[in-house]
């Protein structure tokens, strides 16, 4: 564990530079091949393929657990000493409830009943890099600052980063329990989104995806969430934009005034 971390943190700004290249590859693969989860899960494959609400679990709890390992390479945590910076605190919070409330949540439909082990290995692979390489990257700010805590006041980026999260995952989060909401009298069908910020854009979970993860680089101001940032984009922007399509392919009344992604923009 000691030369890998003496390797990672030599070797920090490549990595995270090599990490932001990989999800440019990605994003390109993405815009013509859809992830194959969810509305797009291949049913003619049987083999290794894993229920939905068991996949969503075990590729999001890797985050928090490897932000803790990057925490723990600045931090000895054997001292038992370590503090945490609210920004540590808003990533733990954020992975524990996409992988722990948000799998057991949702109604997935039969189609979407499975997730192939390519995707999961793929979002297995992306957790691991990205909270490692946060992890390092906002405990390092903790030790320079001491109190990083005091930063929000101080700095007012810290302060709108905050408040992007906040604005963000809100988004993000009533939107995700709307669509969740479309199931709730037991069909598995899918319906048109009708929340307020759906009548802006298709994809309204996404865009506060976004918000959030933009927040989050603003308020931090590392490479590591900037490329953070970068990834969300090139999983989601695709992604929307298959969705939108998608919609205009199976629903005739579809609005047209809707965007795909980014409200009045795009
Ligand atoms: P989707 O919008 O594709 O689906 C979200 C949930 O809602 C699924 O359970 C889906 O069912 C259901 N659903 C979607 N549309 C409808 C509809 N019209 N009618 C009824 N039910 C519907 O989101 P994802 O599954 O891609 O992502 C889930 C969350 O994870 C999002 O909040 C997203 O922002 C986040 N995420 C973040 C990434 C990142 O890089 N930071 C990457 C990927 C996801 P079904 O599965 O059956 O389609």
Not at 165 to 182: C, E, T, W, Y
Request: net charge positive; proline share 4%; charged share 15%.
């Amino acid at each position: 564990f000691e030369k890998f971390t003496t390797f990672l943190l030599e070797n920090y700004h490549t990595i995270t530079l090599f990490f932001f290249f990989s999800g440019l590859i990605i994003f390109l693969i993405l815009l013509v091949i859809p992830a194959y989860y969810g509305r797009y899960t291949q049913t003619t494959r049987k083999f290794l393929m894993f229920p939905n609400k068991i996949a969503w679990i075990v590729m999001e709890v890797i985050s928090p657990i490897s932000l803790l390992i990057g925490i723990s390479m600045i931090q000895n945590f054997s001292k038992f000493s370590f503090k945490f910076n609210y920004l540590e605190i808003i990533y733990l919070s954020h992975y524990i409830y996409r992988s722990l409330i948000f799998p057991l949540l949702i109604s997935p439909s039969k189609k979407s009943s499975k997730v192939a082990f390519e995707i999961m290995l793929m979002a297995i692979v992306f957790n691991s890099f990205n909270g490692i390489l946060n992890g390092i990257a906002l405990q390092t700010k903790t030790v320079i600052y001491q109190n990083f805590f005091l930063d929000l006041f101080k700095n007012p980026l810290s302060f709108l980063g905050l408040i992007l999260i906040v604005s963000g995952f809100s988004v993000n989060f009533l939107a995700d329990r709307h669509l969740i909401s479309l199931r709730s009298d037991g069909s598995t069908r899918y319906k048109i989104p009708t929340w307020f910020v759906f009548e802006y854009v298709t994809s309204a979970n996404y865009f506060g995806e976004i918000v959030e993860w933009f927040g989050f680089w603003v308020a931090s101001r590392t490479l590591a969430a900037f490329v953070f940032f970068c990834w969300t984009c090139f999983n989601l922007i695709p992604r929307a934009i298959t969705h939108h399509r998608w919609y205009h392919e199976h629903f005739e009344e579809y609005p047209k005034s809707r965007k795909i992604v980014i409200p009045f923009i795009f």
